[in-house]
Nanobody
Framework: DVQLQASGGGLVQPGGSLRLSCVAS????????IGWFRRVPGKEREGVSMISNRDGSRNYADSVKGRFTISSDNAKNTVYLQMNSLKPEDTAVYYC??????????????????WGQGTQVTVSS
């Protein structure tokens, strides 16, 4: 069975940091791109970042550039999203997704092959 297990969310104060993890199983990890999306109730799902496990290329939405870093550990079949300088507007449920093809950070993700469950990130004082 294919699984994408997202974890690492929580409550953090503005300016703080969190690291999200997405552990993948059931498909050939290094042949896929894996990325993160987020959704706030009542709003459209938003792309955050993506990394290609084929060539290491990565991209970020403008709203997170310079604050978030995506990385991949092929030995652990895990993609990480290091989130620094968090802002209240980063509050959302974060989801990881995987597809054989890379995608733009502005893609809504509707046709991506695999999705994980969400992890809640709340940035509040």
């Amino acid at each position: 069975d294919v699984q994408l297990q997202a974890s690492g969310g929580g409550l953090v104060q503005p300016g703080g940091s969190l690291r999200l993890s997405c552990v993948a199983s059931g498909f050939t990890f290094n042949e896929y791109a894996i990325g993160w999306f987020r959704r706030v109730p009542g709003k459209e799902r938003e792309g955050v970042s993506m990394i290609s496990n084929r060539d290491g290329s990565r991209n970020y939405a403008d709203s997170v550039k310079g604050r978030f870093t995506i990385s991949s550990d092929n030995a652990k079949n895990t993609v990480y999203l290091q989130m620094n300088s968090l802002k209240p507007e980063d509050t959302a449920v974060y989801y990881c997704a995987a597809d054989p093809t890379v995608w733009s950070p502005y893609y809504s993700g509707e046709h991506l092959k695999y999705w994980g469950q969400g992890t809640q990130v709340t940035v509040s004082s």
